[in-house]
């Protein structure tokens, strides 16, 4: 079935500095999702992607979907403490339900 | 401002019990869903219902069964809970293939 892979697992930056989580799929996806969890809480909705090279821009984050439609980013410029959290990645295929990424957990120092 | 709820934040069962987790949306949503999460392993999707008495297996439906009577109501059955069903999970709706609002999640503890 359809794999969604998440890279890095964990990442601790200083406050200020950019980081970057990628989502790797098997297959060609329909779309793809991205959610933010915050320790203790759960999955909330940032934003999909439905284009191929599509780019999407939230203030400091940028999203991005592949030509291929199998992989896509999310990068966080000048990231702040309240960035921190879970961000996972959702790809839509042809059936009703999304497979999610591992999630890649963002640490930031001040 | 409710738009997914679930009816507990905390639960203790002891193995061997029925367990009940209840799902209830107000966005006249067609599809619900229920995840569990588990640390280094994400989001796992064990039942899914694109319809009232319509269902769908995820990828981890063993030991789970799964009741919608109505359309903004979605239940998650555990038979017979077992320690390795541990775990927090999450319900969630959709009207397409967009999930916009998960609930806050259940903390399921299996003794």
């Known amino acids: 079935g359809q794999q969604v892979m998440q890279i890095p697992q964990y990442q601790h930056v200083q406050e200020g500095e950019d980081f970057t989580t990628y989502c790797n799929s098997s297959?060609?996806?329909?779309?793809i999702q991205w959610y933010k969890q915050r320790p203790g809480g759960h999955p909330v909705f940032l934003i999909q992607?439905?284009?191929?090279?599509e780019v999407k821009k939230q203030k400091r984050l940028t999203f991005q979907f592949g030509e291929a439609k199998k992989n896509s980013s999310l990068h966080i410029t000048a990231t702040q403490t309240t960035d921190v959290g879970t961000y996972f990645c959702?790809?839509?295929?042809?059936?009703?339900?999304?497979?999610f990424g591992k999630g890649t957990s963002l640490l930031v120092t001040p | 401002d409710v738009k997914v709820t679930q009816s507990s934040r905390y639960l203790v069962k002891r193995t061997g019990e029925k367990v009940f987790l209840e799902c209830v949306q107000d966005?006249?949503?067609?599809?619900m869903f229920w995840y569990r999460q588990d640390p280094g392993l994400g989001l796992r999707l064990i039942y899914f219902s694109y319809d009232v008495k319509m269902k769908e297996k995820g990828d981890i439906p063993e030991g789970y069964s799964v009741s919608r009577e109505k359309k903004e109501r979605f239940s998650l059955i555990l038979e017979s809970a077992s320690t390795n069903q541990t775990s927090m999970y999450l319900c969630?709706?959709?009207?397409?293939?967009?999930?916009?609002?998960f609930g806050p999640g259940t903390r399921l503890t299996v003794t």
């Open positions: 966005m006249d949503h067609e599809n």
């Open positions: 969630a709706s959709s009207s397409d293939g967009q999930i916009k609002y």
């Open positions: 959702a790809g839509g295929g042809s059936g009703y339900a999304l497979n």
């Open positions: 992607l439905v284009k191929s090279g």
């Open positions: 297959t060609t996806l329909s779309n």
